[in-house]
Nanobody
Framework: QVQLVESGGGLVQPGGSLRLSCATSGFTKDSYAIGWFRQAPGKEREGILCINPMDGALVITDSVKGRFTISRDNAKNTVYLQMNNLKPEDTAVYYC??????????????????WGQGTQVTVSA
């Protein structure tokens, strides 16, 4: 059974940084595309960043470009989301997801077969 577990969320002041981790297990390969999503209260879930381990291709949404980056450690089956210069509007539950369908790197949630439980990020003074 595929499992994804996010960690690293918490409370941070505006302008601060956090690094989220997505530890994966149960994959038959380590080449699944991994995406990061977030959902703020009363808002739709949005894709913000993804990576395709096969070629390192990245897709990022404009609202976080220049502030968020994604990286991977294939040996640990872990993907990281580095969040810098955080703003109150970044407050949300953050999810990682894996694509076993073969869509590749996409910001559409339809493309992902397995999801983590989410980790809360709160940006407030």
């Amino acid at each position: 059974q595929v499992q994804l577990v996010e960690s690293g969320g918490g409370l941070v002041q505006p302008g601060g940084s956090l690094r989220l981790s997505c530890a994966t297990s149960g994959f038959t390969k380590d080449s699944y595309a991994i995406g990061w999503f977030r959902q703020a209260p009363g808002k739709e879930r949005e894709g913000i960043l993804c990576i395709n381990p096969m070629d390192g291709a990245l897709v990022i949404t404009d609202s976080v470009k220049g502030r968020f980056t994604i990286s991977r450690d294939n040996a640990k089956n872990t993907v990281y989301l580095q969040m810098n210069n955080l703003k109150p509007e970044d407050t949300a539950v953050y999810y990682c997801a894996a694509d076993s369908y073969g869509y590749g790197c996409s910001l559409g949630d339809y493309a992902y077969s397995d999801w983590g439980q989410g980790t809360q990020v709160t940006v407030s003074a």
